[in-house]
């Protein structure tokens, strides 16, 4: 049964109803017909000795019949059922008055010398017939009365005809009277089912309602969904070419810095030059905050857990940091555990160190202490410090993008305010989370915890590169540097030149394929965002096939956008991100070389 169509669903609910009761009776009238045109077969075929009455009875039975079967079959239209129900409601009534006249006029031939037994049989028919109505108009009874209305109007008519035509046989006009009551009794019986019916559709258009609504809510709640993606792929894409676009002058910057702190220079320049350093490092400190968040957002942090000492971890964090609490004058401690666990050694030193600086950047009196302590098989990490606090209803917020309670005026000493929000991420990825609790004005404590390894056996010494002479690793080696910004062009030709490398650069792809063509490379350096939409990877890949062998490749880039990044990593390159200082380019180049 269709209970809601988009004309219906425009109507009011009562003529809603009366559709859906409309078409339930058609469907009734459709199932019903065969065996009320039988039954008329039966009662013609028992009363035959009545000669050309019955049988021009039956013809008219057999018209009925015929009509209605092929006005549900062939004619009948649920569009015209929603568009206009009352005008196939009166339809209704009078084809059912019809049938209902048929049937009550057989009464009238049957009291015409009828036999006891044939007067039986016609009233357990006509029982039938008035029972079957029930079923047939339960859903509608308001055309249930017009056709009991009709029957006990023509009852009534032959009751009294009977009475003239035969008044010494009151059983024969008796029983129009007793069809008339239990026509009654039927028709109450419909009433209850027009009932049972009636409250079946309000329900059921009630829940397609609420299906339609919850359908739309879900439609919305997806297009929001659809929008807030959208939003967040925009943001991504935005902070990718910021960075992207801020790290090529800086790391130009760097590289012409390193070359001029390597010329004759008079104290008062080389402390000119080591302040420029000193801010180009602040600005490259904070891309590699973007750069990290935007690695998270990418799904390249892939954890790779290994055993290794906390301690030693926690050790070099203090070492690193400490220099920036002996400036404000506060006490930073460190308390070892002597425990080993068994996670990514470089997130778990990500997520110390935007802790330990936080507590840092807003401690002004007393201290910071690091700890940690054993929890079963896992060992929890801690951070306290004695800052400025942290209001409970903004718990919460501090691990949201750029979100910095203590830096309304946005001072860059302080940072993006993304390192707790890097953090909580990358916890995440490891299976664990950052805790906090807060006490304004007196301080906070920052926790996460760590799987403990099964072993205590000393891990494998973090990679390291071994110096190489540079006869070694400089002796005839070519290497194609492309990239599409000219002064990154220049500062890598001199800096790799002033090491002793044989250097060719290229502007575009072609370019770097006519230049491996002519000699091939032993090392290649390349941006990842070249002109016309072309990129780094592209490049690698046309001169290995070209030279038919694996060559050595080094993509220093400052694009951060997360599906880049990705693209990226899957090719078998080494990547550094810019900017990066010139010392980490040679070390790097040294190590790929003699590796």
């Known amino acids: 049964m269709n209970i809601l169509t988009l004309d219906a669903r425009h109507a009011s609910a009562d003529q809603r109803i009366l559709i859906e009761q409309i078409r339930i009776v058609y469907d009734m009238l459709g199932r019903s017909s065969v065996f009320t045109l039988v039954l008329s077969a039966f009662v013609a075929l028992v009363m035959r000795e009545h000669g050309p009455i019955i049988w021009g009875w039956f013809a008219f039975q057999v018209a009925l019949k015929l009509a209605e079967m092929i006005e549900v079959r062939w004619f009948y239209d649920p569009a015209k059922v ?21 049937w009550a006029s057989v009464l009238a031939i049957a009291g015409q010398n009828v036999s006891a037994p044939e007067l039986v049989f016609v009233v357990m028919a006509l029982g039938g017939v008035l029972s079957g109505g029930v079923t047939t108009y339960g859903a509608l009874p308001r055309v249930h009365a017009v056709y009991i209305g009709t029957f006990i109007g023509v009852s009534l008519v032959t009751a009294l005809f009977l009475i003239v035509t035969i008044p010494d046989q009151p059983a024969f006009y008796l029983m129009p009277v007793l069809g008339m009551i239990y026509c009654a009794g039927t028709y109450m019986n419909t009433r209850v089912s027009g009932q049972v019916y009636y409250t079946h559709i309000s329900l059921s258009l009630a829940n397609a309602e609420l299906a339609e609504g919850l359908a739309r809510q879900v439609d919305l709640a997806e297009a929001t969904r659809r929008e807030a993606e959208a939003a967040n792929r925009a943001k991504s894409t935005f902070l990718a070419s910021a960075s992207h676009d801020l790290r090529q002058p800086i790391h130009a910057t760097g590289l012409f810095l390193s070359l001029l702190r390597k010329t004759r220079l008079t104290s008062d320049q080389q402390a000119m030059a080591g302040n420029a350093a000193d801010a180009l490092n602040a600005s490259s400190q904070m891309l590699d905050a973007l750069l990290d968040f935007s690695r998270v957002e990418a799904g390249v942090v892939v954890p790779q857990p290994q055993n290794f000492a906390f301690d030693d971890l926690v050790r070099q964090l203090e070492t690193e940091l400490g220099p920036l609490a002996d400036e404000k004058q506060i006490v930073f401690r ?7 666990v068994h996670a990514d050694q470089a997130l778990v030193r990500i997520i110390l160190l935007n802790l330990m600086s936080n507590a840092i950047r807003y401690t002004a009196s007393g201290g910071v202490l690091v700890g940690a302590r054993r929890r079963g098989d896992r060992l929890v990490a801690e951070v306290w410090d004695t800052g400025i606090g942290i209001a409970p209803d903004k718990l919460e917020l501090i691990f949201e993008e750029f979100a910095q309670i203590g830096n309304p005026e946005r001072d ?9 929000a890097i953090a909580r991420r990358m916890a995440r990825l490891m299976g664990s989370d950052i805790e906090v609790i807060s006490m304004p004005g007196r301080g906070s404590v920052f926790r996460f915890a760590v799987p403990l390894a099964t072993a205590s056996a000393s891990p494998p010494s973090p990679a390291r590169m071994t110096p190489v002479p540079d006869d070694v690793a400089v002796h005839g080696a070519r290497v194609i540097v492309l990239d599409d910004d000219a002064a990154i062009r220049q500062g890598l030709h001199a800096l790799l030149a002033q090491a002793g490398y044989d250097v060719a650069t290229a502007e575009t792809v072609e370019q770097a394929v006519a230049s491996a063509r002519v000699r091939h490379p032993d090392m290649l350096i390349c941006d990842y965002r070249l002109r016309q939409g072309r990129d780094g990877t592209e490049a690698v890949r046309l001169i290995r096939e070209q030279a038919g062998r694996h060559i050595p490749a080094l993509m220093i880039t400052g694009d951060t956008h997360p599906d880049r990044i990705a693209a990226a990593e899957r090719e078998d390159m080494h990547i550094l991100y810019k900017p990066v200082d010139a010392e980490r380019i040679l070390d790097t180049l040294m190590m790929v070389l003699t590796h």
């Open 334 to 340: 460190v308390h070892e555990s002597g425990l080993h």
């Open 82 to 102: 929603e568009a206009a129900p009352q005008t196939m409601l009166h339809r209704l009534y009078v084809t059912q008055s019809l049938h209902a006249a048929g």
């Open 412 to 420: 860059r000493i302080k940072g993006l305010g993304l390192g707790l």
